[in-house]
């Protein structure tokens, strides 16, 4: 009785143990305060280039190998996005609404990649908002932090 009870005893030690371990294991760290500003910081420029019909500043967000989803499938790299937004956006050469964001969330995906979400919002010039979700991935790179995917 007493061997099965410490064997019951050690039985519940390394279940606890596990269920911990992997717990620890699948819990994702808080992104460094000055990544998420950083990140942040380029969502800011993207907003000014955007409000200020500054289409290139916009883009600098994009890594040169970055993809995006557009209307018809997978864009590939900062030229295509631009095409995308000549054809939709700016088509007649600049946007006709402001661009703000709200509901930013980042979050780390290891060392040099992160996950931005949030709510893009279009204002103004008469007409009514318009509103959507998106997913970002980015990446450290040696120009700062970079998007390589906008689902948008």
């Not at 699948?26 to 800011?44: L, Y």
């Not at 969330?105 to 060392?111: D, K, V, Y």
Request: proline share 5%; charged share 15%; glycine share 10%.
């Amino acid at each position: 009785m007493r061997r099965l009870r410490g064997l019951a005893s050690l039985m519940a030690t390394l279940l606890t143990s596990a269920c911990t371990s992997q717990m620890a294991s699948t819990s994702t760290s808080p992104m460094p305060a000055s990544d998420a500003a950083a990140i942040r910081a380029v969502f800011d420029t993207t907003a000014a280039g955007w409000n200020r019909g500054d289409l290139s500043a916009y883009l600098s967000a994009y890594a040169p190998s970055a993809t995006a989803m557009g209307r018809t499938g997978l864009v590939r790299g900062p030229s295509g996005i631009e095409q995308q937004m000549r054809e939709g956006f700016w088509k007649s050469g600049r946007p006709l609404q402001q661009l703000s964001y709200d509901h930013l969330e980042i979050r780390p995906l290891g060392a040099d990649h992160a996950l931005a979400t949030g709510q893009y919002i279009l204002s103004g010039g008469g007409l009514a908002d318009r509103t959507g979700w998106f997913t970002t991935i980015w990446e450290r790179t040696p120009a700062g932090w970079r998007m390589i995917h906008d689902h948008s």
